[in-house]
């Protein structure tokens, strides 16, 4: 069910709430308002539990009935008298949820999106380069494409050989692709001008080459390398679609069909000799790359269209010429490439948490009588404090494992040690030992310099990786929360301060610069790891919160005790979305045994 929401509206209805619950951030006010008229709509205050129907959210309660015998005032369900009620107490929905969501200090983190359902489809659009279905034949003749050996032995050697190659021709990566344009010959032809002009005797093998394969020597088996994509490391590359003679010469490619030949039949001169209409991936498998180091054979090859989201091919739009625009003749004899859009959902589908009280009668009078408590309602409080944690703790581990996994990926930078370069490691940098702090001119406060350097090194490269933004907020424990706290430049929270009194929360605590830094107070004191991360929109890459049901609050008068009992429980989803949400988070490992930080 997609119920739409009127948001300006939603604000203004449910503004004096929100200001009484001291909601001050405008985007935690908004979708607050849009669950609230969302709650209000779908009618859940009026849930049964019970076949005897529902009364102005009052549980199983109905309407009285008239007797069928005068006189008779009370019965059975369904016989002369009224119907019995249920006797439990009304449902307390609404206000329990708005606690809730405003208590919940892990919801600055990320971005919520309420849900009119129990289930949520959530559409994304990829566009691929090359109009090739994703799903059915995005391995038959794509121009651009990566590919990878599903074993994993052979896709490391396959990439191993190619950054020898990439050395041996003095050719550096960049950021989505290379310094020099790399050609590559495959295996498939061993004869003719376009294996004979690039035959080298000595490594008894077709070389690569930086120069471009003429069309008047033939391109037949070659393939130029376009680099690493930018996300899972994979090679690609780009083939050719060579027109000529029709008879003697190379086939004219049909580009409608997506085939050499009028009859489907001909040699593709772009793969290799003798291939008929094989796909690229029958082609790569067991066909040889010819690379300096060595020739490499792929054994179970797949491949994969290449995402504009992903990376940005050098040269596609313009004759594959990455500095300069095409002449007038390349415009005229150049057919331009295609790019496609790629439509798939992701189905979410909300959990729930539940937890209940229970007292006794004589509790609830002794404690009136000698402190002066409600300890009903102190109890509700401790309820709704226990679901709040749950759920703070659960976006945090959510958090941690994305920045994790971008910590681990393969594109990941690394120092000269093979160490990742966000980790700090204070006793190899100072080269500390039995006797200290070896001779150098760092201080401690140098030292925590170069933590908000790296702090500030990782928020840049989820800006530059992950295409969105620089980082907004940090997780870490109490121990790095305190050497960031005594350096120049922080500034205390200036939220309400009412957030740090609630047991057990994750709480704010200040800011550097445009990073707030928030304690996990269920982070060991020594466990120095810092998770930074931030909060895109609902509809771009990251982490949301999916509320269904932020909180049910149900209280009865149990027979046994003649006490109320509560249950609270609350129903959502906490989902990764969109195209590599990791990469809008790090992971920070910071090694200190000797306590120099502090």
Do not use: C
């Amino acid at each position: 069910m997609n119920v739409m929401i009127n948001k300006a509206k939603a604000l203004k209805k449910w503004g004096p709430v929100l200001e009484e619950l001291k909601v001050n951030d405008s985007d935690k006010r908004e979708w607050m308002a849009e669950y609230a008229e969302l709650h209000q709509m779908r009618l859940t205050e009026n849930v049964s539990y019970s076949t005897l129907g529902n009364l102005n959210g009052m549980g199983a309660v109905t309407s009285p009935g008239v007797g069928a015998t005068p006189g008779v005032v009370w019965g059975t369900n369904g016989g002369q008298g009224g119907a019995q009620g249920s006797g439990d107490i009304a449902q307390n929905l609404l206000p329990v949820s708005m606690k809730i969501a405003a208590q919940t200090i892990g919801l600055d983190l990320v971005a919520v999106k309420p849900a009119s359902s129990p289930r949520l489809e959530l559409l994304f659009v990829d566009f691929k380069y090359d109009n090739n279905s994703d799903t059915t034949d995005k391995d038959e003749r794509p121009l651009v494409f990566k590919i990878y050996d599903t074993d994993a032995d052979g896709n490391l050697a396959l990439r191993t050989a190619l950054k020898v190659e990439l050395s041996v021709l003095g050719v550096t990566e960049t950021i989505g692709g290379l310094s020099s344009r790399v050609f590559i010959h495959l295996s498939g032809s061993t004869a003719g001008p376009e294996y004979s002009a690039y035959f080298d005797a000595t490594a008894n093998n077709v070389v690569a080459t930086l120069t471009e394969p003429p069309v008047t020597t033939g391109r037949e088996g070659w393939l130029e390398f376009l680099g690493f994509s930018r996300v899972d490391g994979y090679p690609m590359f780009r083939t050719y679609r060579q027109i000529g003679a029709p008879v003697s010469g190379p086939v004219e490619f049909n580009h409608l069909r997506n085939t050499y030949g009028t009859a489907n039949t001909a040699t593709p001169v772009v793969y290799g000799s003798g291939i008929g209409d094989k796909s690229i991936q029958e082609i790569m498998a067991g066909t040889e790359l010819q690379l300096a180091a060595s020739a490499v054979t792929l054994t179970t090859p797949s491949i994969e269209l290449v995402s504009l989201l992903e990376d940005q091919i050098p040269g596609f739009v313009a004759a594959w010429n990455d500095k300069d625009p095409m002449t007038r003749d390349e415009d005229e004899n150049t057919y331009p490439g295609v790019i496609g859009p790629d439509v798939f959902t992701k189905s979410v589908q909300v959990g729930d948490i539940e937890i209940s009280s229970s007292l006794k009668r004589t509790q609830i009078e002794d404690i009136k009588a000698s402190t002066g408590m409600d300890i009903v309602q102190k109890l509700e409080s401790v309820l709704i404090n226990e679901l709040t944690q749950t759920i703070s703790k659960q976006i945090v581990a959510k958090i941690r494992d994305l920045a994790e996994e971008n910590r681990a990926s393969a594109t990941t930078p690394l120092d000269a040690a093979g160490v990742s370069k966000f980790d700090f490691n204070v006793d190899t940098y100072l080269g500390l030992g039995a006797t200290g702090i070896a001779p150098g001119g760092e201080t401690t406060h140098s030292i925590q310099r170069k933590l908000v350097a790296k702090l500030n090194n990782a928020s840049n490269f989820i800006a530059t990786d992950g295409r969105v933004g620089p980082a907004q907020y940090v997780v870490t424990n109490g121990n790095l929360a305190s050497v960031l706290q005594d350096i120049a430049g922080y500034t205390i929270n200036p939220v309400n301060a009412g957030k740090l009194n609630t047991n057990g929360q994750l709480y704010p605590m200040g800011n550097i610069g445009n990073i707030a830094i928030y304690v996990d107070p269920y982070m060991r004191w020594d466990e120095n790891n810092a998770y930074i991360g931030r909060k895109n929109s609902v509809d771009q890459p990251g982490l949301i919160f999916v509320p269904y049901l932020m909180a049910q609050s149900i209280s009865l008068i149990s027979e046994a005790t003649w006490a109320p009992r509560m249950l609270i429980r609350s129903r959502y989803a906490i989902t990764d979305v969109g195209f590599f949400p990791w990469k809008q988070f790090m992971a920070l490992h910071v090694t200190d045994t000797e306590g120099v930080l502090i």
